[in-house]
């Protein structure tokens, strides 16, 4: 399907409606049934642009390696479905262990990978996809993503990933760390939609402009360093609104990102805090407290270089 007729279905044009809004897909968010049996908390679904789901917060397993199948396992009994990873991780195996260990069958898990810079540089796209869809289980990946905008290299690996969503192989496609002139180069000649891009968003870097700007292209954000690498959690306003609420700072960070309608994979290798962490739904932060949480932006990236127009990795 091409843009323009993309653009015309009722979803997209339902998400492009409300990306004008308060943020948050109100019509669009349900509870799935595959998180209605969890004895945890039930983490809500997003609608993407192709009609399918994606849990609205789940596990970042970057750093995890050893101990990343410990990790899943854990973050299954606590009720997480989604589980973030990439080929530059050096996990995925161990992530479809947790997988496994955890008991959970392969469609109530949503799993999301990425493709990493130097398998677009040197034409290895296919081995390298190839190579996660069966480290992470051998039958399909749910989203998998262009890591970063190799920008010569974009369109090629955009229509290799095309030819796996064709086979089956890979259910959705989408990017991380793309600008606004990325996305609007590839959607110039994507036959298949891109459903989320996936870049840094914490109370230092609260992109509002351009997570708005992403929204309007019927495309879902998802933000990584969503506790700011941990570094929000030390803030005296985060801790006060936590003291009002009787929630960690975690917690807080994490329901103002939800609040904004962003899909969340906070890291954690700490199972009180991953029990912690997915407990956000059941409390609200006033518009208030969302706007002192917003106020603390600074326009800060927290990793060196981390520009994707001029990124060196
Ligand atoms: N697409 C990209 O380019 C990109 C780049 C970076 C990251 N990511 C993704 O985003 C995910 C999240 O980023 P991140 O892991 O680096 O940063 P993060 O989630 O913002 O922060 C993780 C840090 O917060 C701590 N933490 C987590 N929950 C806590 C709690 N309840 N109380 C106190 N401390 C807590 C963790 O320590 P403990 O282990 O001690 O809990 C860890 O040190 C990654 O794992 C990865 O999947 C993507």
Known sequence: ?????????????????????????????????????????????????????????????????????????????????????????????????????????????????????????????????????????????????????????????????????????????????FNLHHIEALLQYAKIKPVVNQIEIHPYLTQEANVEAIRAHGIAVEAWFPLAHGRALKEDAIIGIGKKHNRSAAQVTLRWHIQRGLIVIPRSRNPAHLAENIKVFDFELSKDEMAAISKLNRNERLIPGGDPDSFSW
């Not at 007729?5 to 492009?16: E, H």
């Not at 854990?74 to 992530?95: H, M, P």
């Not at 289980?137 to 690996?157: A, C, S």
Request: proline share 4%.
């Open 1 to 177: 399907m091409r843009r323009r007729d993309f653009m015309k279905t009722p979803l997209i044009a339902a998400s492009a409606a409300v990306a004008g809004g308060t943020g948050i897909l109100p019509g669009l968010l349900g509870f799935g049934a595959a998180h209605a049996a969890s004895p945890a908390p039930q983490v809500p679904d997003i609608a993407l642009g192709n009609g399918m789901k994606i849990p609205q917060l789940g596990l970042g397993t970057s750093t995890l390696v050893d101990n990343a199948a410990e990790s899943v396992r854990t973050a299954i009994e606590c009720g997480y479905r989604l589980f973030d990873t990439a080929q530059s991780y050096g996990n995925e195996k161990q992530v479809w262990e947790g997988i496994k260990q955890g008991g959970l069958a392969r469609k109530e898990a949503f799993i999301t990978s990425k493709i990493w810079t130097s398998n677009m540089r040197n034409s290895s796209q296919r081995d390298s996809i190839d190579k996660s869809i069966e480290l992470l289980g051998g039958e399909y990946i749910d989203l998998f993503m262009i890591h970063w905008p190799v920008k010569e290299h974009i369109r090629e690996t955009w229509e290799i990933m095309e030819d796996y969503v064709r086979k089956g192989l890979i259910k959705s496609i989408g990017f991380s760390n």
